[in-house]
T-cell receptor, first 114, second 112 residues
């Protein structure tokens, strides 16, 4: 089955700095790569996703880059704010007709200090 | 659109009892997924259902766990004879299929 590794497990930055979280996966057939943000005690919320036919996608302060050859993808958050503090999970899926069937990384606890 | 609705939000069961977790997908969504999240761990896929069909149950424990998504009503995740190790947050997600999945607020199951 799919194996997803996520690093780092914790990340502490100062407000205004950038944060980068990286995930690697094992199954070259995977085609869908979402990132979810989960605040304490709340639901995971999709913040950005990328499909295998795209190398990079950006949405305001958030961007995701994908390297299918190397089987890794990264989340980039620029100009971090205290409200960005949360646990971030990368997901990997086959796409197709089941975008919700995902293998998740172990999560990264991001803390943004004011 | 009320989003994915799960109930109850919190559930306490004694060892050996049954737990029933409910999930109503977003309006128009016919694909439902159940995930389990142990304390301070990631989300683990359990089962993928469409109306009246189990599509993929590769993440379900072989015993005591079952899931259904009937033609009418919510999807149900059922855990029989609960043990302390079943204590976790159980999340349901729904999608249109070829689009992103949205998660519910989860049910936090505590087995005492």
């Amino acid at each position: 089955g799919e194996n997803v590794e996520q690093h780092p497990s914790t990340l502490s930055v100062q407000e205004g700095d950038s944060a980068v979280i990286k995930c690697t996966y094992s199954d070259s057939a995977s085609n869908y790569f979402p990132w979810y943000k989960q605040e304490l005690g709340k639901r995971p919320q999709l913040i950005i996703d990328i499909r295998s036919n795209v190398g990079e996608k950006k949405d305001q302060r958030i961007a995701v880059t994908l390297n299918k050859t190397a089987k890794h993808f990264s989340l980039h958050i620029t100009e971090t704010q205290p409200e960005d503090s949360a646990v971030y999970f990368c997901g990997v899926g086959a796409g197709g007709t089941s975008y919700g069937k995902l293998t998740f990384g172990q999560g990264t606890i991001l803390t943004v200090h004011p | 659109n009320a989003g994915v609705m799960q109930n109850p939000r919190h559930l306490v069961r004694r060892r050996g009892q049954e737990a029933r977790l409910r999930c109503s997908p977003m309006k128009g969504h016919s694909h439902v997924y159940w995930y389990r999240q142990l304390p301070e761990e990631g989300l683990k896929f359990m089962v993928y259902l469409q109306k009246e069909n189990i599509i993929d149950e590769s993440g379900m424990p072989k015993e005591r766990f079952s899931a259904e998504f009937p033609k009418e009503g919510p999807s149900i995740l059922r855990i029989q004879q609960v043990v302390r190790g079943d204590s976790a947050a159980y999340f349901c997600a729904s999608s249109l299929g070829q689009s992103e999945a949205f998660f519910g607020q989860g049910t936090r199951l505590t087995v005492v």
